[in-house]
């Protein structure tokens, strides 16, 4: 069975005062939300309720009051979560985990392709303006709250926009081959089989940021959600199935506006 995605926290934290005061439901939520695969190496996702409460074994409203108890702190600046309704960032998970560092150029460039999947909102923006050694300039108002005082997430990446696809374009099929690989946890090869269906998909029209998206979304419904009998969605993680005509136009349409950019 793969293991996942490998990440790490500082034991003080158990004996911290201010983790004393949660109550036992919001301490086993932030740790959830703090190790759960979808979290990635930023702590910083799309979340579902519905998700949270399976991996818990809480039920969707003690789920919904414990997110209130973590982010409603009587310091703002001490809160432990920040979220929008589409977006959970846990403040403070990304610097506080002792096996990432953004002034490593590596884990920075691991994190940057992280936010590049998520949807852009104030939530991101928070978290890149918070995290002031990532990149971000100016992009026009944002989508999710339309106030012309926000700028927006800037999606591209430096050089290479995926860690395992150094000194490839961003927007290639190889690139997007390798984030199916990153985020599925699978090692598809970058061979003609693979990648003419991605080729054939943008030669359609799709954007890459349109195939990277579908790839993000199918990996949160397919990898988390519980599975009947033997159908086990985590198989259809494939080119074959995302990335086909038919399969992959439904799936766009089942993006969320608020993923489109300007």
Partial sequence: ???GVYRGLYGVLFDHPDYQRLTPPSRLLLLTTRMCPQAGPAAIFRYYVA?????TGMAPARVEASLTELEQQPNPDDSWVVRDPVVLWVRNGLRHDPN????????RK????????????????????????LKRKPDGPSKQTGSPEQTSLVSAAPESSNPMTDGTDPDSAEAILAWLNEKAGKAYRPVAQ?????RARLEDGFRPWQLRAIVSRKCTEW??????????????LRPATLFNRT????????????????
Avoid: C
């Avoid at 990432?100 to 884990?107: N, R, V, Y």
């Avoid at 990898?223 to 259809?236: A, F, L, S, T, V």
């Fill in 51 to 55: 998700v949270l409460a399976h991996q």
């Fill in 1 to 3: 069975m793969a293991r």
């Fill in 247 to 262: 399969k992959a136009e439904q799936y766009v349409g089942e993006l969320p506006k608020t993923e489109t950019p300007s």
């Fill in 100 to 107: 990432m560092h953004l002034s490593d150029p590596k884990h």
């Fill in 223 to 236: 990898n988390h959600e519980p599975h009947n009998g033997d159908r086990d969605m985590r198989r259809y």
């Fill in 110 to 133: 691991r994190v940057l392709t992280w936010i590049e999947g998520l949807p852009r909102t104030d939530v991101v923006d928070r978290f890149m303006a918070y995290y002031s050694v």
């Fill in 194 to 198: 693979n990648l003419d269906l991605i």
